[in-house]
C-alpha cells in the first residue's frame, strides 16, 4: 500500500517491514487500549478533531480518518485548536486540547467526552463554558496531557508561560486532578528551558506527556522553536522516587534524549505505546527530512517511528532517529517475533543502525552480565560492543574503570580502552592504553577522515594488572582524556556532534567495570 510518498511494504501477508516516514501530520498523539491503537489530530480536513484507529501500529498509515468534533463559531474554543490527545480514564474517553478565539494570546486549556473512541465527542461539563478546564493562574496555555503519576493519582501536564498572553518563555506546568474534568489543585511551575537544546531560536518547553515506569514518574516534552526546522528536540523531566509531583523542587531536568542525526532534522512530540503483544515499546514522533523548509517547519513535519526502551528504572532511552527510507522491522506482534523492554545490555551502535549502515555492529566475544561492565577476548584486530546509554547530549564525562588480563600475539598494536563518543562509523573518538609502547593513546575520525593518534607517556610504575580509571570529558569540540584522576591528562580538538559510548580492544582481554556517561546539563 503506498500512501503519497509514505511507504509500508508488505513481504507477505503477515510480514510487513516499513520505513519512515509513515504519514503526514504533526503533534502525535496515540493511545492503545483493548487491543486497538487511536490516533488524534487537528485539522484531518475531515473536522476539527478526527481519530484513525487500527489494530497494528503500520496499519495507521492506511486508516481511515473519522471526524469526532468540530469547533464552534465566534467561541473561545474556535480557532487555533492545537494537539488534541483522546485519554481513556476510569471507564470514560476524554479529549484535552488547546484552543483560542483566532488569537493564540487567548489559548487555554480545554475537554470533550465521548461514548466511544469513534463517536461524536461533546463540550464536557467542567463548570466553564465550552469544556474549558478550570486552572488557578488563568494563564496562556497549551499541549496538555493528562496521566497517572507512581503515587496512583491523576495530573494533568501542559505548556504555560507566567502570563495571560504567549510571550517567551514557555514552560511546563502541572496540577492535580480530582477527576477527568476537575483540576482540583494549584498549577505548579515545574520547568524553564535554559539548556542549549530548549533554547534554540526560542526558549520553549511543550509538548508534556507524563507517564510512569518501573515505579518512577517522567514526563518527555520538546525544546525550542517549533517553526525552524532543525530546531526541536526532546527533553525529560524525572520525578525522584516516592516524591510528590506537585512539588517542583522533586523534579530534575536531562536530555535531550532525543535530537536532529544525520537525515533527520527537528523530532520531537514524543509518545511511548506497546507493541501489539506488549513485549516491546516504540516511540511515535514527528521529525523532517530538511533543514530548509518553506514557509517554515510545520509544512514539511510528518510521522515517524521506530523502537525505544527503557532502562531498568524507566528511563527512556531512543538512540538516534532513523533516516527516511531505512527498512524496520515491524512492531512485535505484526509478524515480527517478541522483542523486549529494556535495555540491560551491550549492542550494536545507534548512530550506524538508524542510517541504514552494516557498520558499527558488535565484534568479538564479550562476557558481560549488565549494562555497567564486560570483559574482552583474544584475537581481535578491532573488537566493539555499545553501551545502552543516551547518545544526545553534546556534553558530558564518559567514564570507566578497567584491568588488564592478558595480550595476544595476533596483532601489531594491541591496546585496550573505550569509545568516548561514537556517532556512526565515520565520526566516532576513543581513548586505549598501549602496554607496549606504555602511553595513553587517543584517536578520532571526523567526518570520514582519520585524525591520528596521539600518546601521553603512563605514568612510572604503572601495574596494568591493577584497576584504573579512564574519564573522558567533551565540552564543544574539546576532548579531555583523563587516566587515574589525571595522573595522565591531555585535551584534543575534534568537530563531533555527540555519540554514544562503548568498550574497544585490539587483541587483548580486559576487566571493565562501572560504565557511566554523566551528561552536562541544565
Same mark, same amino acid.
Given at each position: 500500500?503506498?500512501?503519497?510518498?509514505?511507504?509500508?511494504?508488505?513481504?507477505?501477508?503477515?510480514?510487513?517491514?516499513?520505513? #519512515?516516514?509513515?504519514?503526514?501530520?504533526?503533534?502525535?498523539?496515540?493511545?492503545?487500549?483493548?487491543?486497538?491503537?487511536?490516533?488524534?489530530?487537528?485539522?484531518?480536513?475531515?473536522?476539527?478533531?478526527?481519530?484513525?484507529?487500527?489494530?497494528?501500529?503500520?496499519?495507521?498509515?492506511?486508516?481511515?480518518?473519522?471526524?469526532?468534533?468540530?469547533?464552534?463559531? #465566534?467561541?473561545?474554543?474556535?480557532?487555533?485548536?492545537?494537539?488534541?490527545?483522546?485519554?481513556?480514564?476510569?471507564?470514560?474517553?476524554?479529549?484535552?486540547?488547546?484552543?483560542?478565539?483566532?488569537?493564540?494570546?487567548?489559548?487555554?486549556l480545554f475537554v470533550l467526552q465521548g461514548d466511544c473512541p469513534t463517536?461524536?465527542?461533546?463540550?464536557?461539563?467542567?463548570?466553564?463554558?465550552?469544556?474549558?478546564?478550570?486552572?488557578?493562574?488563568?494563564?496562556?496555555?497549551?499541549?496538555?496531557?493528562?496521566?497517572?503519576?507512581?503515587?496512583?493519582?491523576?495530573?494533568?501536564?501542559?505548556s504555560c508561560t507566567n502570563q495571560a498572553n504567549s510571550a517567551f518563555p514557555q514552560r511546563i506546568c502541572l496540577a492535580p486532578m480530582s477527576d477527568p474534568v476537575t483540576i482540583s489543585g494549584p498549577t505548579v511551575f515545574l520547568s524553564t528551558p535554559t539548556a542549549y537544546?530548549?533554547?534554540?531560536?526560542?526558549?520553549?518547553?511543550?509538548?508534556?506527556?507524563?507517564?510512569?515506569?518501573?515505579?518512577?514518574?517522567?514526563?518527555?516534552?520538546?525544546?525550542?522553536?517549533?517553526?525552524?526546522?532543525?530546531?526541536?528536540?526532546?527533553?525529560?523531566?524525572?520525578?525522584?522516587?516516592?516524591?510528590?509531583?506537585?512539588?517542583?523542587?522533586?523534579?530534575?531536568?536531562s536530555g535531550p534524549i532525543f535530537d536532529h542525526h544525520s537525515g533527520v532534522y527537528g523530532p520531537g512530540s514524543v509518545v511511548f505505546v506497546p507493541s501489539v503483544d506488549g513485549s516491546e515499546y516504540w516511540v511515535m514522533y514527528h521529525a523532517i527530512d530538511s533543514d530548509n523548509c518553506s514557509p517554515n517547519a510545520y509544512a514539511c513535519r510528518d510521522i515517524r517511528m521506530q523502537q525505544m526502551f527503557f532502562d531498568p528504572v524507566g528511563y527512556p532511552v531512543l538512540g538516534y532517529p532513523v533516516n527516511p527510507g531505512v527498512t524496520l522491522k515491524a512492531p512485535a506482534g505484526e509478524g515480527s517475533p517478541s522483542g523486549t523492554t529494556l535495555i540491560a545490555d551491550f549492542g550494536p551502535s545507534w548512530g550506524d543502525a538508524a542510517e541504514g549502515s552494516n557498520n558499527g555492529?558488535?565484534?568479538?566475544?564479550?562476557?558481560?552480565?549488565?549494562?555497567?561492565?564486560?570483559?574482552?577476548?583474544?584475537?581481535?584486530?578491532?573488537?566493539?560492543?555499545?553501551?545502552?546509554?543516551?547518545?544526545?547530549?553534546?556534553?558530558?564525562?564518559?567514564?570507566?574503570?578497567?584491568?588488564?588480563?592478558?595480550?595476544?600475539?595476533?596483532?601489531?598494536?594491541?591496546?585496550?580502552?573505550?569509545?568516548?563518543?561514537?556517532?556512526?562509523?565515520? #565520526?566516532?573518538?576513543?581513548?586505549?592504553?598501549?602496554?607496549?609502547?606504555?602511553?595513553?593513546?587517543?584517536?578520532?575520525?571526523?567526518?570520514?577522515?582519520?585524525?591520528g593518534w596521539q600518546n601521553q607517556n603512563l605514568p612510572s610504575g604503572f601495574d596494568e594488572t591493577e584497576w584504573h580509571s579512564i574519564d573522558c570529558t567533551k565540552s564543544g569540540s574539546t576532548y579531555t582524556f583523563s587516566l587515574d584522576n589525571g595522573a595522565v591528562k591531555y585535551s584534543r580538538n575534534f568537530n563531533l556532534q555527540n555519540g554514544q559510548t562503548g568498550l574497544v580492544v585490539v587483541d587483548t582481554i580486559a576487566n571493565y567495570r562501572n560504565l557511566q556517561l554523566y551528561p552536562v546539563c541544565c
Open positions: 500500500v503506498v500512501v503519497v510518498t509514505y511507504l509500508i511494504i508488505c513481504l507477505v501477508s503477515v510480514l510487513c517491514d516499513f520505513t #519512515n516516514p509513515t504519514f503526514k501530520s504533526q503533534d502525535p498523539w496515540l493511545t492503545f487500549v483493548n487491543g486497538t491503537y487511536y490516533y488524534t489530530e487537528s485539522g484531518c480536513g475531515v473536522a476539527t478533531i478526527c481519530v484513525k484507529e487500527s489494530q497494528t501500529l503500520t496499519g495507521l498509515a492506511s486508516a481511515d480518518w473519522v471526524g469526532l468534533w468540530n469547533a464552534p463559531a #465566534n467561541a473561545p474554543n474556535s480557532g487555533d485548536v492545537w494537539a488534541p490527545e483522546m485519554h481513556y480514564v476510569d471507564g470514560g474517553w476524554y479529549i484535552y486540547y488547546a484552543a483560542d478565539d483566532g488569537n493564540n494570546n487567548n489559548h487555554r463517536c461524536q465527542f461533546q463540550e464536557a461539563n467542567t463548570g466553564l463554558a465550552h469544556g474549558q478546564l478550570r486552572e488557578s493562574t488563568g494563564n496562556w496555555a497549551i499541549d496538555p496531557d493528562v496521566f497517572t503519576a507512581a503515587d496512583g493519582k491523576l495530573y494533568i501536564t501542559w537544546w530548549e533554547t534554540r531560536d526560542a526558549p520553549i518547553q511543550e509538548g508534556p506527556v507524563g507517564y510512569t515506569h518501573s515505579g518512577r514518574t517522567y514526563i518527555t516534552y520538546s525544546g525550542s522553536a517549533s517553526w525552524v526546522s532543525n530546531d526541536y528536540s526532546v527533553g525529560l523531566l524525572t520525578l525522584a522516587e516516592g516524591a510528590s509531583p506537585t512539588d517542583s523542587n522533586n523534579w530534575s531536568k555492529q558488535v565484534s568479538g566475544q564479550w562476557n558481560y552480565s549488565d549494562r555497567f561492565g564486560a570483559t574482552s577476548n583474544l584475537g581481535g584486530a578491532w573488537d566493539q560492543i555499545f553501551s545502552p546509554w543516551n547518545p544526545n547530549p553534546d556534553g558530558f564525562t564518559a567514564h570507566v574503570e578497567v584491568q588488564h588480563v592478558e595480550t595476544g600475539t595476533s596483532q601489531q598494536f594491541p591496546k585496550y580502552g573505550f569509545f568516548c563518543s561514537y556517532d556512526d562509523a565515520n #565520526n566516532h573518538a576513543e581513548v586505549m592504553i598501549d602496554l607496549n609502547y606504555k602511553v595513553l593513546a587517543s584517536h578520532a575520525v571526523v567526518g570520514g577522515v582519520d585524525q
